[in-house]
């Protein structure tokens, strides 16, 4: 069953494929309401805003993955290897001098890319289980060797020494986070709209063929592994564009930006806000790391009981995330108002 | 959804708000620890040290009433420590910044304590740097160099002359395994070996035996706590070291209580370097130990008398301030600040901000049925060696 | 060559712990294709029984053993008729997010009754020290290790060759619709695969806590490994993860006694390796 974004229904019946292209889309209301609510921490909760900011940054990582896994069947368990490359880069750009916001992404997410382009040769040959260790065993590797090379990455005590210029020449990253959330928002916004570019065209078409039956696709023409080479780097560049935001906004990185635990979290929030739909990886980020600083808050021992808690209602009552029972809910009202005279 | 967090953030700041009213009669400190995940248990201690001194003196200080705002980082994380500092002043309104159990975590948030111009005391992270890093810090515990350096000194002027050098890789081990071979090397010894194994290594028996084939006078080990000292132990009793002929050198977490008791008699006669262990022999530790027993049903160690320390330190610094917390004013006060804690006689130093105490060497024997570390040698006003040292 | 010899002693009994860790996940993810990501709670779980038994009521090792094979049948049965069973034909991504949950939930647990910090445990004294073979120490509890190890793989090898139930699990494993339609009641059977690597599972986290020790964060910790293990020796197959176990445990010991430097990264690239060379594992099916 193919999944929809989180936009108006395209007609039962096509009338062509252009034409199906265009009415997928098309913005829906809900978007525009969910991008202008972004906006609300700077002014409701601003003391929310360094909370916020690492939203955004994970919520874009959550988007790089889910161009991957929720569009295309990728499974990986290693996708934080892509977000370290991108924040050791920019954290190394900013101590050896060069410490611009702008150029830095550039030169992050260009180090990321070439990773995950040289990866993407063997991610593409696997699948199932055997893609998933794979993905876990090259990102494992480059921790180690990121431990190993102290001399450049600092190891366990981390990068020391990142300093980031001001934002565009004038806007200094203040204590609250002002500016780190709109940089991150402003990142997370550009990427987004590149993200769904991609989705609603032929190509995106092809990776979703590619997702729901991999073995089908070269019979109608489409060149599986040139796609999954083509958006695997895609989404490397993303991530690691997101870790070197992390890096600049913080003026740290340190090797758990590599780690397990970052693919692994990043992978249950994906799942929590569900995958294929774009809107996902934000609203699971947002859900989970909001819900984990709460249960913190008030009970800094055993949060993880309640975040597992979590996770278990939200895979019993919500089978496909929280978009997905957001769809099915309106779904359900929409087929009620029609049904009414 | 987005609208409803917010809501919920909206109506949580709400809440808080009505608490911040207060806040010009209390001091917060804001703890950045780690309540949660592998490190869960140091992070208790440190907290169990900072309440029972609260505890023993009160929570008022100068007029003001002292709060705890406890924020848990979950283990090593850079990015989250420096938002919860951040959080920690702007949204809860934090005079000081405690605890700090982890070096990475504890660089990162000194950026915040630097920029905002808080006092901040580091009740266990062991880095030299740490200090150096924002000019309010100040330190309660002990650092990697002070502790390994005197060992290695000792280890040299006590009859060992070669020594078979074995940390684990990272930071901390790299930093103690440095040190040890400084100060064992400068007082006329040779390392005649030396290797790093992974962090999470569960088995140590290859690393053991090889120390073996090169029959060094002594092993030195430094491993991080855990469930390692224990594994090490098995390892020596498996590969038939006599700690007799072949002496066993390490810090603290090797011969922690938890370690010893894993390790069984096999621990016996290793020798550790520490600044406090519950068994040293002085009336204020015998009661503290008394009192932490009481409270939380088990015995301090190295971490909880960081934590006790840590707020021995702010309570003196805000009485000689007579209440005002700013960051200036405390961390002017708490330079030079010494006094007598249950492990001995600490003090602030005035130029570095580090701590400065007494080193001890002790060796595991029987007592009574228990295996406890038996002091044997000391060396008072030990300085962190690392400050202003090139490395 | 003879501290070789002792590396690769030690290397064989690292590698059985691993298989009796990993048998039970390997035959349920190959016989119902369910990602049981809790697998290692299981074995947690065995490691508190055991540690619980003797400090606290004072049961000599070798008797807590078989507490800890059951409490880890135990907790499989009813967590597989409370929630696994629900989610046998679901999609695995949530399959995933179930079994983390329950991960999550039972390390707070764990942290909740036992603490945080590692339980001690002592082992009685004939299962100290080491022999000495012809100048190579062989440490007595991994010989103790290596030999319940054998015995159970025997067991379980000659119960899937020589048994009716061994029959059907086979068939299950190989093709499950087929297995259906001759009449195998494979929710039954798998129930029951499930408490034995449940069990298994439990029985090895008992006998891991000397080698590896034991806190909340277990669970997490060797669920990389226990999948290591799985991955590379092939879904479903008990004689796969033997073989993988084996393979990891000495390459792991190997690795670090001759290249130290290399570290755990030697086990990953053991593992990569034998993936991208048998991306369906050692002996695996699918």
């Known amino acids: 069953m193919t999944s929809d974004t989180l936009v108006a229904a395209a007609p039962a019946v096509p009338a062509a494929p252009h034409e199906f292209l265009h009415a997928q889309a098309r913005w829906h209301w809900a978007e525009i309401a969910f991008w202008l609510a972004t906006l609300l921490p700077f002014v409701l909760t601003p003391d929310y805003l360094a909370l916020a900011s690492q939203v955004a940054i994970t919520a874009l990582f959550a988007l790089s993955l889910d161009l991957?896994?929720?569009?295309?069947?990728?499974?990986?368990?290693?996708?934080?290897?892509?977000?370290?490359?991108?924040?050791?880069?920019?954290?190394?750009?900013?101590?050896?001098?060069?410490?611009?916001?702008?150029?830095?992404?550039?030169a992050a997410g260009l180090a990321a890319g070439i990773v995950g382009y040289i990866t993407s040769f063997v991610i593409a040959r696997f699948r199932h289980l055997a893609l998933?260790?794979?993905?876990?065993?090259?990102?494992?590797?480059?921790?180690?060797?990121?431990?190993?090379?102290?001399?450049?990455?600092?190891?366990?005590?981390?990068?020391?020494?990142?300093?980031?210029w001001k934002l565009l020449g004038t806007f200094e990253f203040d204590l609250y986070g002002y500016t780190a959330y709109a940089y991150a928002l402003a990142a997370l916004f550009l990427i987004f709209l590149l993200a769904r570019r991609i989705i609603h065209s032929p190509f995106g078409?092809?990776?979703r063929g590619i997702r729901e039956n991999g073995a089908r696709m070269p019979a109608i023409g489409a060149p599986t592994h040139s796609h999954i080479r083509t958006i695997y780097t895609i989404a490397a560049i993303i991530a690691g564009i997101a870790g070197a935001i992390l890096t600049q906004t913080t003026e740290t990185v340190s090797l758990e930006a590599l780690g397990f635990q970052r693919s692994a979290d990043v992978l249950v929030m994906l799942i929590v806000g569900g995958t294929g739909r774009l809107y996902g990886g934000l609203i699971g980020a947002a859900v989970y790391m909001v819900a984990r600083d709460q249960f913190s808050g008030l009970n800094p021992q055993f949060w993880y009981f309640w975040i597992g808690l979590l996770l278990i209602a939200i895979v019993m009552f919500l089978p496909n995330g929280i978009l997905g029972g957001l769809t099915s809910i309106a779904a359900y009202i929409k087929a009620k108002w029609a049904k009414a005279p | 959804m987005q609208k409803l967090l917010c809501g919920i953030a909206g109506f949580a700041l709400a809440l808080l708000g009505a608490g911040a009213a207060n806040a010009q009669s209390s001091v917060k400190i804001g703890m950045i620890n780690e309540y949660s995940g592998q490190f869960a248990d140091t992070g208790a201690q440190i907290d169990h040290g900072v309440t029972l001194w609260m505890k023993q003196h009160g929570d008022t200080v100068a007029g003001k009433k002292i709060e705890l705002v406890r924020k848990d980082t979950g283990g090593i994380a850079p990015d989250t420590a420096k938002r919860l500092a951040q959080e920690a002043i702007v949204r809860d309104h934090a005079d000081i910044l405690g605890a700090f159990s982890l070096t990475p975590n504890a660089l990162a948030a000194a950026d915040v304590s630097a920029q905002a111009k808080k006092f901040m005391v580091v009740m266990n992270a062991a880095t030299s740097i740490i200090t150096e890093k924002s000019p309010y810090i100040a330190r309660t515990s002990s650092t990697t160099p002070q502790l390994n350096y005197t060992l290695g000194q000792w280890a040299a002027k006590n009859g060992i002359k070669t020594v078979y050098t074995m940390v684990s890789d990272y930071g901390p081990g790299i930093d103690a395994e440095v040190w040890f071979q400084k100060g064992f090397k400068d007082n006329g010894g040779q390392v005649v070996g030396s290797v790093r194994f992974p962090v999470a290594n569960p088995d140590f028996s290859s690393f053991i035996q090889a120390a073996k084939d090169k029959n060094p006078d002594a092993i030195y080990i430094w491993i991080p706590g855990g469930a390692q000292p224990a594994a090490v132990g098995k390892a020596l009793a498996e590969r038939g070291i006599d700690t007799k002929k072949t002496k066993i050198l390490g810090q603290d977490a090797l011969a922690s209580e938890t370690a010893l008791k894993s390790m069984g008699d096999i621990a016996l006669g290793i020798i550790s370097v520490s600044d406090y262990d519950y068994n040293h022999q002085s009336p204020m530790n015998q009661a503290f130990v008394k009192a932490y027993n009481d409270e939380f049903h088990r015995n301090p160690d190295f971490f909880s008398i960081g934590g006790y320390d840590g707020a021995h330190l702010i309570y003196a610094a805000l009485e000689k301030t007579g209440g005002k917390a700013d960051g200036d004013s405390l961390i002017a006060a708490a330079k030079g600040m010494s006094w007598e804690s249950p492990r001995g006689p600490i003090m602030i130093d005035p130029q570095t901000r580090d701590i400065v105490q007494t080193v001890y060497i002790r060796r595991v024997e029987k007592v009574g049925n228990e295996l406890r570390n038996v002091e044997f040698a000391s060396f008072p006003n030990v300085k962190d060696p690392a400050h202003g040292a090139k490395k | 060559m003879l501290p070789a010899l002792g590396v690769l002693f030690d290397g064989v009994a690292y590698g059985m712990l691993l298989f009796l860790m990993s048998v039970g996940l390997s035959v349920t993810l190959g016989m119902m294709n369910f990602v049981n990501l809790a697998h290692c709670s299981f074995a947690m779980l065995g490691g508190y029984v055991t540690v619980t038994l003797m400090n606290a009521a004072g049961w000599p090792f070798l008797a807590t053993l078989p507490a800890a094979f059951v409490a880890g049948a135990a907790a499989s049965v009813l967590l597989e008729h409370i929630f696994f069973s629900r989610f046998y034909n679901s999609n695995e991504l949530n399959q995933c997010l179930l079994t983390i949950g329950i991960v999550f939930v039972s390390i707070a647990g764990a942290a909740?009754?036992?603490?945080?910090?590692?339980?001690?445990?002592?082992?009685?004294?004939?299962l100290q020290g080491s022999f000495n073979v012809g100048g190579v120490d062989l440490a007595i509890y991994r010989l103790f290790l290596i030999v319940v190890a054998a015995l159970i793989t025997a067991v379980l090898m000659a119960t899937l060759e020589s048994t009716r139930f061994g029959a059907q699990v086979r068939a299950a494993v190989n093709n499950q619709r087929m297995a259906r339609g001759l009449g195998i009641d494979v929710d039954r059977l798998f129930a029951f695969t499930f408490a034995l690597g449940g069990g298994l599972a439990g029985l090895g986290g008992g006998l891991a806590i000397p080698m590896l020790g034991l806190d909340p964060s277990f669970a997490l910790t060797y669920l990389i490994y226990v999948l290591i293990v799985v991955a590379v020796g092939g879904l479903g197959s008990i004689a796969g993860s033997f073989v993988a176990a084996m393979l990891l445990g000495v390459a792991d010991m190997a690795g670090k006694y001759y290249v130290p430097a290399l570290g755990s990264v030697l086990i990953y690239l053991v593992m990569l390796v034998m993936i991208m060379w048998r991306p369906t594992g050692l002996f695996g099916r699918r």
């Not at chain 1, 368990?77 to 150029?103: C, D, M, N, P, R």
């Not at chain 1, 998933?132 to 102290?150: H, K, P, S, W």
């Open chain 3, 112 to 126: 909740y009754i036992y603490g945080t910090d590692q339980q001690p445990m002592q082992l009685p004294a004939y």
């Open chain 1, 132 to 164: 998933i260790m794979i993905t876990l065993g090259f990102c494992l590797l480059l921790q180690e060797a990121a431990n190993d090379a102290n001399w450049l990455t600092g190891g366990f005590n981390g990068l020391q020494g990142v300093h980031t």
């Open chain 1, 205 to 207: 078409l092809a990776l």
């Open chain 1, 68 to 106: 991957i896994l929720g569009f295309s069947g990728i499974v990986s368990l290693g996708h934080a290897a892509y977000f370290g490359v991108g924040a050791y880069t920019a954290g190394l750009i900013s101590v050896w001098g060069w410490g611009e916001s702008l150029t830095g992404l550039v």
